[in-house]
């Protein structure tokens, strides 16, 4: 059984009334012969301040971490999301290598289809969750399918744009960006389960044209805000034309997006 507890305020008040939830849950599995494992919890502070208020499971004392690893995503207390990127790029480039080494052919479009099935998954795993806005980190990413492709054969002399022209695959950059441009289709569209008025607010500006769905950029106090889900892929969708936005299903806006000038998407990131 997993349970997650959180208290967005950091006073002293709302440190005890998370300690009083967690000792109810801790009742509960005792009652129901449930015991939970103090060892295996562990207590996140995601904040720039220091809270070491000791939270307790049947009076021991869970540890103060620095990351955790929540639903395959690892989380810190920076929400940079850098331990995550660091651990699976490296994850990444292992597989890559073994693919390499562990097929006979030499066939480039064979091995990138290795790459895209059994690597590429790796690096894009929730990327709404942690995708970076920082150029070091974009770039690390980058590497692994950069390294790969300059590995196959008859493509070393290339540039990285070439070689992803000729394999006919996108960068992984371009594929972030899509792939938050095509969850906000589905949370304005109600496709999924998610209420659009927690992520976004529809703009009723008359000022300017634009689509139905145009939406209202939050102002945005940190850099932390502006690479957020919620807002950081604004600009691109704002920018969309209408028969994209307006799509009747998603397989449809997926087929329109790809369409459109990848350097025209990246220009609005």
Known sequence: MIFKLFQKSLDSSSSCVLQSSLDSISKWCNDWQLHLSPSKCAVLSISSKSVKYCYKINNTALEHVLNFTDLGVIVDSSLSFETHINSFCTKA??????????????DPFLLIRAFTTYVRPLLEYASAVWSPSKIHLIDKLESVQRRFTKRLKGLSHMSYETRLSYLRVESLELRRHKSDLTLYFKILHNCIEMDAKTFFSLS????????????????????????????????SWNSLPDDIVESTNLHTFKSKLNTLSPNLLIQNL
Do not use: E, M
Not at 225 to 230: C, D, H, I, P, T
């Open 93 to 106: 480039r292992q597989r890559s290598d073994l693919i390499l080494k562990c097929f006979t052919s030499r």
């Open 204 to 235: 009723n500006s008359t000022r300017t044209r634009g689509h139905s769905f145009k939406l209202l950029k939050p102002v945005c106090r940190t850099n932390l805000q502006l690479s957020s889900f919620s807002c950081r892929a604004i600009n």
